[in-house]
């Protein structure tokens, strides 16, 4: 079945870069994504990717995909403390809308 | 871009009783909206998905009397938690597709039972 796992916590200093990571199992992954969640708050999108593509940047995020491993990433440059929340990566099941997530990394951004 | 909002952000109710939130698209159709649940210090997991004009799909281990979903327009999905325990209390999200590669997540709401 498919599985998606992060590690659940990363704690940067501000102004660092972050990155967190995830693995998934299925090889046939359509899109990934990465949500943002603030307390309280529902998911925000902040990036995807197409599962032939191996980098995509977007300001001060950038994706990395290895389909070979499965091993996707999200790196955050120049962590601001707004950036503080837990950080979702999904992946679309083929031929359906459905996500499966990940469980989250929480990051912490410390002045 | 597309919204999705859920109602109620917030609920609180008594074990025993059922509980109705509600997920709608504002500016768009959505003819398959999806429900997760999030459990704390774990991930979202998709509990069913939502076909307007047909019964929901649920995932496995997910029970369909107890969690009841109605898609009755290409709007409105409504998920009913039948017979509340705490154990239910979690939070819970619905999202659409907009016609594209994004998913529009509603606000979630965040249910408490007592």
């Known amino acids: 079945g498919e599985d998606v796992e992060q590690s659940l916590f990363l704690s940067v200093r501000e102004g660092d870069s972050s990155v967190i990571n995830c693995t998934y199992t299925?090889?046939?992954?359509?899109?990934l994504y990465w949500y943002k969640q603030e307390p309280g708050a529902g998911l925000q999108l902040l990036t995807y990717i197409f599962s032939n593509m191996d980098m995509k940047q977007d300001q001060r995020l950038t994706v990395l995909l290895n389909k070979k491993d499965k091993h996707l990433s999200l790196r955050i440059a120049d962590t601001q403390t707004g950036d503080s929340a837990i950080y979702f990566c999904?992946?679309?099941?083929?031929?359906?809308?459905?996500?499966?997530f990940g469980t989250g990394t929480r990051l912490q951004v410390f002045p | 871009g597309a919204v999705v909002s859920q109602h109620p952000s917030r609920v609180i109710c008594k074990s025993g009783t059922s509980v109705k939130i509600e997920c709608r698209s504002l500016?768009?159709?959505?003819?398959?909206m999806f429900w997760y649940r999030q459990f704390p210090k774990k991930s979202l997991m998709l509990m069913a998905t939502?076909?307007?004009?047909?019964?929901?799909?649920?995932e496995q281990g997910v029970e369909k009397d107890k969690f009841l979903i109605n898609h009755a327009s290409l709007t409105l999905s409504t998920l009913t938690v039948t017979s509340a325990h705490p154990e239910d209390s979690s939070f819970y999200i619905c999202s659409a597709f907009g016609g594209n590669t994004e998913a529009f997540f509603g606000q979630g709401t965040r249910l408490t039972v007592v």
């Open positions: 999904a992946e679309s099941i083929q031929n359906t809308d459905k996500l499966i």
């Open positions: 299925d090889s046939s992954s359509t899109y």
């Open positions: 500016d768009f159709q959505a003819t398959t």
């Open positions: 939502s076909n307007e004009g047909s019964k929901a799909t649920y």
